[in-house]
């Protein structure tokens, strides 16, 4: 017996100096990050680490970042439930040392429950990294960070940069008039979306109407006809090959300078404001996701006529609640809003004399003359 306690004694020690010094399993991989950071387009520095393919980054500099933005939050410490408190909309307060850079503490990462709240609930799903030991700091997840207060995190990949994209304030989306931007705009846009976009390139070839813009800046199905409830079941004839692709697809390989989205005037009929929404929401992701560097504007819907044959279905009033839900979702994605409607519409319609395709030429200098600068 005691030759067996000696030998089970031996073996525990030998398991124990294994599970010491053996390298663990799984362990995270952290290091500094050395991909580039743009907000809103401008480039900025955040101490950033890199754990396990994701970015880490201090709460109290995102707040820093997006303090003059609508996706602006502010931070503070609650001693009694050892938590902190976030308040959305609230202009954050620094407290000195936001924004900046250490040295290297990859090698003292470990994961750590940090309760949170946001707008009074708490947040469990907020998991932390703390990087420092007890004078250091808490990380969080860039990605979990947007979607939790309200802002757009997105990778190029080409450049390494990560891009994060704020809200807008309310009525800050709206595109105001500028001077007029020439063929020269209208040449770095492409125009996504159903039979009134079709028309842009239809008219142009068909009978030589050189204000507005060739087939090849068109991304329509075939048939002419993209209903935004459908969008995902559509494929667009591709320019460039003539094949027919996803709006993803198209987007990855043309990754246009800009794309300009008008949509869901089918909708009206039958969408509610949830679902128009959020099938609006998709294709701007899935856009993002293809080409991160792509301004996207949001296009009104036109007005129509009091001669339009389903009125019953799609009128002046279901489109101009359509709009409010499109401006409404230009500002929350941080999308340009182009309110194309009222360089149309006379007394809330479509005059008769704008019908058939006339009034494209009006859409044509709106958009010169609300112009956006994309470089």
């Keep these: 017996m005691p030759g067996f306690m000696k030998k089970t004694a031996a073996i525990m020690a030998a398991v124990l100096a294994l599970m010491l010094f053996a390298p663990m399993a799984g362990a995270a991989d952290v290091r500094r990050s050395s991909q580039a950071l743009e907000v809103n387009g401008q480039e900025v520095r955040c101490e950033a680490y890199n754990i396990d393919g994701s970015n880490y980054v201090k709460l109290r500099d995102v707040a820093m970042l997006l303090t003059d933005t609508g996706s602006r939050f502010s931070v503070s410490y609650d001693e ?26 990859s090698a003292t990462a470990q994961p750590t429950r940090q309760r949170i709240f946001i707008d009074g609930a708490e947040r469990a799903d907020l998991g932390a990294w703390n990087i420092g ?44 008039e500028t001077e007029d931007a020439g063929r020269e705009y209208l ?99 899935l856009v993002r996701e293809a080409s991160p560097r792509t301004e996207i504007i949001l296009n009104s819907i036109y007005p129509v006529a009091d001669s339009y044959q389903y009125q019953g279905s799609i009128n002046n009033k279901k489109i101009s609640a359509a709009n ?29 004399s704008r019908q058939n395709g006339d009034g494209l030429h009006l859409v044509m200098e709106y958009i010169r003359t609300h112009a956006l600068d994309a470089g």
Excluded at 150 to 175: C, K, N
């Design 80 to 105: 009694e439930k050892q938590a902190v408190m976030i308040a959305t909309g609230s202009p954050y307060a620094p407290i000195g040392g936001e924004l900046e850079a250490g040295e290297d503490m």
């Design 324 to 352: 409010e839900w499109i401006e409404a979702l230009a500002e929350e994605m941080g999308c340009p809003f182009l309110y194309s409607f009222e360089c149309l519409a006379e007394d809330g319609k479509l005059p008769e």
């Design 187 to 285: 040449d770095k846009i492409i125009f996504l979306g159903d039979s009134t976009t079709y028309g842009i390139g239809a008219y142009y070839e068909k009978y030589g109407f050189t204000d507005l813009c060739p087939p090849s800046q068109i991304w329509t199905p075939r048939n002419g006809t993209l209903t935004l409830a459908y969008h995902s079941e559509a494929r667009i004839v591709y320019p460039p090959t003539g094949e027919e692709l996803s709006i993803a697809e198209c987007a990855r390989r043309a990754k246009p300078k800009i794309l300009l989205i008008t949509l869901g005037v089918n909708g009206v009929s039958f969408m509610d404001e949830d679902w128009f929404k959020r099938e609006y929401r998709t294709i701007i992701r």
């Design 133 to 176: 030991g007890e004078k250091g700091s808490n990380y969080f997840k860039l990605r979990d960070l947007g979607e939790a207060l309200g802002f757009h995190v997105d990778y190029d990949e080409d450049s390494r940069t990560i891009l994060v994209r704020s809200r807008f304030e309310p009525g800050q989306a709206r595109l105001t």
